[in-house]
């Protein structure tokens, strides 16, 4: 678009107005007043898709007025639905594979991607940090790293600055007005770190964990790290607890969902303060059978409420999401949400509201959550629920999206502005900008 006075939310309206316009014959006066703001529309490349085909997880929305290779960078795709139009953003990391998407908690428009060249086996990575602009998504940086990465996390102390967790065992503090080079390099783990995350709380320190079984805690103006926890297994996410600056929480190959608490006496624990077996049933409730515990499977990812401060969810390899209230841990989960065909590879709660939650999986589908604590929340009869004997706690699955054609590895919220727009990525190069609201019933 050439107007560049256009705002994110006026473009989206223009590519909606747009296509509504196109699919229905209603003549321009019809359509948003955002239209006379953008004389260059037609340089805006504007794909409609029918509901039908694009329902189809494997279904890639034919690029019809793409005259440059670079279109998949610039992307606006609407997609028609009977009920309405859903409007996406599209970048493309061109040989990289994304693993980590995070907005930033400063700005609305900024958004950090970390991805691996061939699919982080082997080969080097590329922190992207990517504009939502008049334009579309535009890529304002990118830094090369010597192996692959696998997760970033923004600082809460400094705008600009975000770290990396890569291959190598480094843990690398990037900074945006710094070309090339991180401004700080922490190398302590054995193994690729796996996860990364900044305490929101103490916003002084973050952690690290990874494949050595271990997490780590620094401060970003020390050589070192202040604490090593323990956890003796391969650690694929460990997180603060956005409520506590000293609870700290991680899930790992073992299946077990650990919470720290760094005001407790180290000793022997080296503060674990709960160990809970994800894979344990639930509780049986008063006049129903107990329910048959399954085989263990590795831990993924997991991730704290944002309201209840009490409450975590997990996933991992047996498909399966599960929510547990840490006051109870020897309960089971509150919770259990089955519906993925692969393994769930990264959860995130909703910022905006209690219930929802946005997972994104190896099959290739981001899906939109309630876990039923909402106070009228489902549509489901609890008859129908216990017929299948993975459901438990009155949640259910309220969407899904399923443009992605590889392996989704990666999602988040956008933190400001209406409440159900997040970002994906994966492993088909790309970083998709989408409203959650589109495809929830």
Same mark, same amino acid.
């Given at each position: 678009?050439?107007?560049?006075?256009?705002?994110?939310?006026?473009?989206?309206?223009?590519?909606?107005?747009?296509?509504?316009?196109?699919?229905?014959?209603?003549?321009?006066?019809?359509?948003?007043?955002?239209?006379? #703001?953008?004389?260059?529309? @037609?340089?805006?490349?504007?794909?409609?898709? *029918?509901?039908?085909?694009?329902?189809?997880?494997?279904?890639?929305?034919?690029?019809?007025?793409?005259?440059?290779?670079?279109?998949?960078?610039?992307?606006?795709?609407?997609?028609?639905?009977?009920?309405?139009?859903?409007?996406?953003?599209?970048? +493309?990391?061109? @040989?990289? !594979?994304?693993?980590?998407? #995070?907005?930033?908690?400063?700005?609305?428009?900024?958004?950090?991607?970390?991805?691996?060249?061939?699919?982080?086996?082997?080969? *080097?990575?590329?922190?992207?940090?990517?504009?939502?602009? $008049?334009?579309?998504?535009?890529?304002?940086?990118?830094?090369?790293?010597?192996?692959?990465?696998?997760?970033?996390?923004?600082?809460?102390?400094?705008e600009n600055q975000l770290l990396t967790a890569c291959g190598d065992g480094s843990v690398k503090l990037f900074d945006i007005n710094v070309p090339t080079y991180p401004i700080a390099s922490w190398q302590e783990h054995a193994r690729e770190?796996? $996860?990364?995350?900044?305490?929101?709380?103490?916003?002084?320190?973050?952690?690290?964990?990874?494949?050595? @079984?271990?997490?780590?805690?620094? !401060?970003? *103006?020390?050589?070192?790290?202040?604490?090593?926890? %323990?956890?003796?297994?391969?650690?694929?996410?460990?997180?603060?607890?956005?409520? !506590?600056?000293?609870?700290?929480?991680?899930?790992?190959?073992?299946?077990?969902?650990?919470?720290?608490?760094?005001?407790? %006496?180290?000793?022997?624990?080296?503060?674990?303060?709960? *160990?809970?077996?994800?894979?344990?049933?639930?509780?049986?409730?008063? /006049?129903?059978?107990?329910?048959?515990?399954?085989?263990?499977?590795?831990?993924?990812?997991?991730?704290?409420?944002?309201?209840?401060?009490?409450?975590? $969810?997990?996933?991992?390899?047996?498909?399966?999401? +599960?929510?547990?209230?840490?006051?109870?841990?020897?309960?089971?989960?509150?919770?259990?949400?089955?519906?993925?065909?692969?393994?769930?590879?990264?959860?995130?709660?909703?910022?905006?509201?209690?219930?929802?939650?946005?997972?994104?999986?190896?099959?290739?589908?981001? +899906?939109?959550?309630?876990?039923?604590?909402?106070?009228?929340? /489902?549509?489901?009869?609890?008859? !129908?629920?216990?017929?299948? %004997?993975?459901?438990?706690?009155?949640?259910?699955?309220?969407?899904?999206?399923?443009?992605?054609?590889?392996?989704?590895?990666?999602?988040?919220?956008?933190?400001? @502005?209406?409440?159900?727009?997040?970002?994906?990525? /994966?492993?088909?190069?790309?970083?998709?900008?989408?409203?959650?609201?589109?495809?929830?019933?």
């Amino acid at each position: 678009c050439r107007d560049h006075s256009l705002t994110h939310a006026e473009l989206l309206s223009v590519a909606t107005s747009t296509a509504r316009r196109v699919v229905t014959g209603q003549p321009e006066s019809r359509c948003s007043p955002a239209i006379s #703001k953008a004389p260059g529309l @037609g340089l805006i490349h504007i794909v409609i898709c *029918n509901h039908a085909a694009a329902q189809h997880q494997h279904f890639i929305p034919a690029r019809h007025d793409a005259p440059t290779p670079t279109y998949t960078s610039r992307a606006i795709v609407c997609y028609y639905y009977p009920r309405g139009f859903f409007v996406m953003l599209e970048f +493309r990391t061109q @040989g990289f !594979n994304g693993y980590s998407v #995070k907005y930033s908690p400063f700005f609305d428009s900024r958004i950090a991607v970390a991805t691996s060249a061939n699919f982080g086996l082997v080969g *080097n990575g590329r922190l992207y940090i990517l504009g939502l602009t $008049a334009n579309g998504i535009v890529a304002e940086k990118w830094f090369d790293t010597q192996d692959s990465l696998f997760d970033s996390t923004w600082s809460e102390s400094h705008e600009n600055q975000l770290l990396t967790a890569c291959g190598d065992g480094s843990v690398k503090l990037f900074d945006i007005n710094v070309p090339t080079y991180p401004i700080a390099s922490w190398q302590e783990h054995a193994r690729e770190v796996f $996860a990364v995350h900044w305490n929101l709380v103490a916003k002084d320190t973050f952690l690290s964990s990874s494949w050595d @079984g271990c997490i780590k805690i620094w !401060n970003p *103006n020390s050589d070192a790290s202040i604490t090593t926890l %323990p956890t003796h297994s391969c650690t694929y996410s460990a997180s603060f607890s956005p409520h !506590n600056a000293s609870v700290l929480s991680s899930v790992s190959s073992d299946s077990h969902l650990r919470v720290f608490d760094l005001r407790t %006496p180290a000793s022997a624990s080296n503060h674990l303060t709960m *160990n809970v077996p994800i894979h344990q049933p639930p509780k049986a409730r008063m /006049g129903q059978a107990a329910s048959i515990g399954i085989a263990p499977a590795e831990a993924l990812t997991h991730d704290w409420n944002k309201y209840r401060d009490t409450i975590v $969810a997990t996933a991992g390899v047996d498909r399966v999401i +599960r929510t547990f209230d840490i006051r109870m841990p020897q309960a089971g989960p509150v919770a259990v949400l089955p519906g993925h065909e692969y393994a769930v590879r990264k959860l995130s709660w909703s910022p905006h509201l209690s219930d929802i939650l946005l997972s994104a999986s190896y099959d290739m589908t981001c +899906r939109v959550w309630t876990d039923g604590s909402a106070m009228g929340v /489902g549509s489901v009869k609890q008859e !129908n629920m216990l017929e299948d %004997p993975m459901f438990y706690g009155g949640g259910r699955e309220m969407g899904r999206m399923g443009r992605h054609t590889e392996f989704v590895t990666g999602v988040d919220w956008c933190l400001f @502005g209406a409440e159900g727009w997040c970002a994906s990525t /994966g492993w088909d190069e790309r970083v998709l900008v989408w409203d959650a609201r589109a495809v929830m019933q």
